[in-house]
Nanobody, 122 residues
């Protein structure tokens, strides 16, 4: 069983930066596609970014150029560097893992973390 634990959320002013981390345990981390999703109050969970084991990446349009996803297979971690944050980035951010290693924009990931709150004040 794979366990995912997010950290690094918090309160930041608009224009600021945060770095989210997700630590994975169990399973074969290097084979998994890893994704970040977010869910704002009253809204559906949405795709933010993803990275495959071969380091292919994908981003939602609204975060391109501001967010960077990366992974360290030696440490079983995936990070999301978030720069130039906007109030609309406020949400609970979730880390997810997909066993088949395929990059997906959908919620069809096999394992999920508990989430970390990101709040961007204007």
């Amino acid at each position: 069983q794979v366990q995912l634990v997010e950290s690094g959320g918090g309160l930041v002013q608009a224009g600021g930066s945060l770095r989210l981390s997700c630590a994975a345990s169990g399973g074969t981390f290097s084979m998994y596609a890893m994704g970040w999703f977010r869910q704002a109050p009253g809204k559906e969970r949405e795709f933010v970014a993803a990275v495959t084991g071969s380091i292919s990446t994908a981003y939602r349009d609204s975060v391109k150029g501001r967010f960077t996803i990366s992974r360290d297979n030696a440490k079983n971690t995936v990070t999301l560097q978030m720069n130039s944050l906007k109030p609309e980035d406020t949400a609970v951010y979730y880390c997810a893992a997909r066993k088949d290693g395929r990059l997906s924009y959908r919620l069809n990931y096999d394992y999920w973390g508990q989430g970390t709150q990101v709040t961007v004040s204007s």
